[in-house]
Structures are given as C-alpha cells and as structure tokens.
C-alpha cells in the first residue's frame, strides 16, 4: 500500500478508532511504568549514622547501594518522627533505617512490606558508670528515664511509656546523665556506642539488654505494596545481600555493628572495643 493512500485512510478513520489504532502499533513490551518510575525515599536522619554528608555509615551504604543500581530515588531526609508522618501520608514512598514493628502502624502494616536486613538496632539500658551495674528498668522512676524522641522502640516499654523523657540526641542524653538531670536512659546501639566514642568517654556507662525483654530491631527499607516499590526492594535486596557476603556491610558499620538477630549484645563495659 501506497504512503499516499495510507495517509488518506488514516485521515478518514473516526478519531476513537485512530487513537486505538495507534495504541496497538506501540510495541507492548515497553513498561509503561517506566514514565513514573521514582521513588520517593524518606530518611530518618540520626546524629551518627545518617546526616547526608558524613561519609559514613548509613550515608556511605546508601551512595554504594544506589549509585549503580539503575534507579531514580528522591531521598527525603527528616527528622524521625516528620519522616515516618510523611511516609505514612505518601502511599507511593519508601522509609530507611526503620523497622515495620518499630512503627506500630496497627492493621496498615499488611499493606508495607520491608526490604531484606540491613543491619540489627538494639534497644539497651543505659546507666551512670559510679552507680550499680546490673540495673533494670523497674529500677527507676519513668520521669527520671530518657530516650530518643522519635524512636519507634518506645511502643514496647508499656503504660508508663509516656512517662518517660524524650531527649533529641544520643550526645544529649549521655550530657543529661553525667549531669544527674536523668537516672538511666533507653538507648540504641550502635548508636550510643558511636557517641560516647565521639565524646571520648568510653567507660563513661554501664549498658545491659533490658532484663524484661531483650528488644532488637532488624533495619530494612519499609515501602508501601506498590509495583515500582516491588522492583526497588527486588533491586536493591541482592545488593544488600552481596554487600554482607563480601565483608563490605562490615567495613562500613565498624565494630559496633550487629547484623543477626542472635548476636549477643555487649553486658557491662567499654563500649568502645
């Protein structure tokens, strides 16, 4: 068939029917998704792990993870509490460093799901070095106790949870205990440890696991159950898996790092090793 007469057959078609046409001759094998393939990823960012610039940890797994990895990520950074609203508030997004439990989301839990381990969080006591190692929690006074405001792990300390004193940063509730301003704080590890050797303090503590319940936390990626979150956790996961098997996850976290659940934590002593 002629292009001239081709033209004119095109031109005579109803505009419906053209369109429909058209749309059958575009090869069907082209996602078309592609057009609106972004991740939005929210980051909680923490003093000492992930600040966008350190270099380091989560900041140095994050550019390794991403940077060949093919896929367009908007990263949002954000306070812990700020990052976790506007992820549960966006339905298209992605949360990291965070936990689905830790998030005590209730029921919109079944629609999240989480990315392979990245690495395990602690949730320690923490107390005063010159005061009796071995304490536990129902040692003191909900009002004289600390934590990190933000942090998902306080849904597992019961009903006097709100009782407890919200404090911003790990530097901040080390100064508050030496101060006797606290009696004990509820901190992370490694997140503590890596404060307490940026202050230069290393023996400053005494750290045990909670006695009532020894709370861990593996790390992941947390995304809302959506096609293009699907192929971001089916394309970053071999990669997370690589960096374990290869040494790397470890070169980047340090000593302090956990990554199994059974690990045991560190009982009373240095916390710099």
Avoid: W
């Avoid at 009782?163 to 006797?180: G, H, N, W």
Wanted: charged share 20%; net charge negative.
């Amino acid at each position: 068939m002629s292009k001239l007469r081709l033209t004119c057959l095109l031109a005579n078609l109803p505009s419906r029917l053209l369109f429909a046409l058209v749309c059958l001759m575009v090869p069907q094998n082209i996602p078309f998704a592609h057009a609106g393939d972004g991740i939005t990823l929210y980051l909680n960012l923490l003093p000492h792990r992930l600040t966008r610039n350190s270099g380091k940890q989560y900041d140095l797994f994050l550019q390794e993870l991403l940077q060949d990895s093919g896929l367009k990520v908007d990263l949002r950074p954000g306070p812990m509490g700020r990052s976790k609203t506007d992820f549960l508030h966006d339905p298209g997004s992605c949360l990291f460093p965070t936990n689905l439990r830790a998030l005590n989301v209730g029921e919109l839990g079944n629609q999240l799901e989480s990315s392979v381990r990245v690495d395990v969080v602690s949730l320690r006591l923490y107390t005063a070095k010159e005061k009796t190692a071995g304490a536990k929690l129902s040692d003191f006074d909900p009002a004289r106790v600390g934590y990190i405001r933000g942090s998902g792990a306080i849904y597992a300390l019961g009903g006097d949870r709100d009782r407890f004193v919200p404090i911003d940063t790990e530097a901040q509730l080390i100064q508050m205990l030496e101060l006797d301003r606290i009696d004990a704080f509820l901190g992370h590890h490694p997140d503590t440890a890596l404060a307490i050797h940026q202050l230069g303090k290393p023996d400053a503590l005494h750290v045990s696991p909670l006695n009532f319940e020894n709370l861990r936390f593996p790390v992941s990626f947390v995304c809302h159950k959506t096609a293009v979150n699907r192929h971001f956790l089916e394309t970053i996961n071999p990669s997370i898996e690589q960096m374990h098997a290869d040494g790397r996850m470890r070169t980047i976290f340090g000593p302090h790092a956990e990554f199994n659940l059974s690990d045991e934590p560190q009982d009373d002593g240095p916390l710099v090793r």
